[in-house]
């Protein structure tokens, strides 16, 4: 994470490698007598929260309801008060377009990066707007990486045509290279590890690495894998990467507006994939309910030092854990959980063995600590959002953490 800044969580997920653990810091040990409390406040369809120097949380926002009758969309950010929430100073209205939640993150030249619509735009850490750059496709852009090397690598989102690469460079914003087409449309965000790009199609995983000489992606003609085969899956979303496996769920098609209960399209089970690294022959899938109409829009949970991995079904309101061996080929149930509504990006904290997920009720949506090697529920909080949060959570500079739910951003902390 070379490219980053040396923040706890600098970027969505905590990192390219989508781990969503902290990478510095501790975790929330909540202790007997303690309790989760939080403080709220309705936002403009929230995305993220990232961390800068001690202190610093900034929040992105964007439009959404001008895309519904045919108007281009803008994102915010905001530099916000750690405590009330309350911004400190923001963006101008960043140029977008297209509409679909966007990226930020800092890089460790200081700047602030954030991929809305179809622009990618550089701040500084006041919120000013240094540059901005029109990426090629006149349709929304997923999010982006950054490479060890500093490079920022960004694509379209489509389901249709194929998917687009485009490489900044950080500080000129400016393409380093031509763009390069991948053989398959892909919904996903891009996932990175050092310098090396995967993306997961709509049918298959790949990879590409950097090539210093060629001062270009290429792609790694020997690592692919057809997750869909002769299946009746849809797509997969974002995908983790552990020293050895690459993880990510199917079905991925749905019918989100609100929530994900219900919503999914196929009619078969959603399923977790593991494709090692190392040979993307070594690969399986297991079902993660069992439950046909299973459906999912974010990537699973993967404890690297406890071999543990984290899958739902968010259609069906079903979290399932696996104990994995060392290159995870062994997969063992290890607890499940029932009508829990999950859809969102989590954080793990790994000293603690706590991870927090998100558990959509009736009546909204609630924050609740568990325990990931034995499910065990350790804090409950309402939040008050009723949307179901299918965005990305970020922890705080104590025992607190924040969660986006589009229009709502919480600050959960133990009291």
């Not at 590409?208 to 992606?217: G, K, N, R, V």
């Not at 496996?245 to 399923?271: I, K, P």
């Not at 959509?360 to 609630?366: A, V």
């Not at 499910?375 to 990305?392: A, C, D, H, N």
Request: hydrophobic share 40%; with cysteine; proline share 6%.
């Amino acid at each position: 994470m070379s490219g980053y800044l040396a923040s706890p969580w600098p970027c969505e997920d905590g990192g390219p490698s989508r781990l969503q653990a902290p990478r510095s810091g501790a975790g929330l040990s909540l202790r007997p007598g303690e309790k989760l409390q939080c403080v709220t406040r309705n936002t403009l369809f929230s995305t993220m929260t990232v961390l800068g120097a001690p202190g610093e949380i900034y929040l992105l926002t964007h439009q959404a309801l001008r895309a519904r009758i045919g108007l281009p969309t803008s994102a915010r950010v905001e530099l916000i008060d750690p405590l009330t929430l309350r911004p400190l100073c923001h963006s101008p209205r960043l140029a977008g377009g297209p509409m679909w939640p966007g990226g930020m993150a800092i890089h460790n030249n200081g700047s602030l990066f954030v991929v809305y619509g179809r622009y990618a735009h550089r701040l500084d850490r006041a919120c000013g707007l240094l540059a901005s750059f029109q990426l090629p496709l006149d349709q929304a852009y997923n999010s982006f990486v950054i490479l060890d090397n500093g490079l920022i690598v960004t694509k379209n989102l489509s389901d249709s045509r194929s998917a687009r690469l485009t490489v900044l460079d950080p500080d000129r914003l400016e393409r380093v290279c031509g763009d390069l087409d991948c053989p398959e449309p892909s919904i996903a965000r891009l996932s990175a590890s050092g310098n090396t790009v995967y993306v997961v199609g709509v049918r298959s995983i790949f990879r590409y690495d950097w090539d210093e000489s060629a001062q270009s992606l290429v792609r790694d003609a020997g690592w692919r894998h057809d997750y869909i085969g002769n299946s009746q899956q849809t797509y997969g979303w974002d995908v983790v990467l552990d020293r050895h496996n690459a993880w990510f769920m199917d079905n991925g098609l749905h019918r989100y507006l609100h929530r994900m209960v219900n919503a999914g399209v196929s009619r078969t089970a959603n399923r977790l994939i593991r494709v090692s690294l190392r040979d993307a022959a070594d690969h399986q899938a297991v079902p993660v309910s069992g439950l046909a109409g299973g459906s999912i829009t974010n990537p699973p949970l993967v404890d690297a030092q406890r071999r543990i991995v984290v899958g739902y079904d968010s259609a069906n309101c079903v979290l399932q854990a696996w104990r994995f061996d060392l290159q995870g080929a062994e997969l063992q149930p290890l607890w499940r959980k029932t009508g829990f509504g999950c859809a969102s990006h989590m954080i793990l904290y790994p000293d603690s063995g706590e991870f927090v997920v998100n558990d959509y009720q009736r009546h909204g949506e609630e924050l609740v600590l568990l325990a990931i090697e034995s499910g065990l529920e350790l804090g409950r909080v309402r939040s008050g959002g009723l949307m179901q949060g299918v965005v990305f959570p970020s922890p705080g500079w104590g025992r607190d953490f924040y969660w986006s739910s589009m229009g709502r951003l919480a600050r959960v902390f133990v009291q």
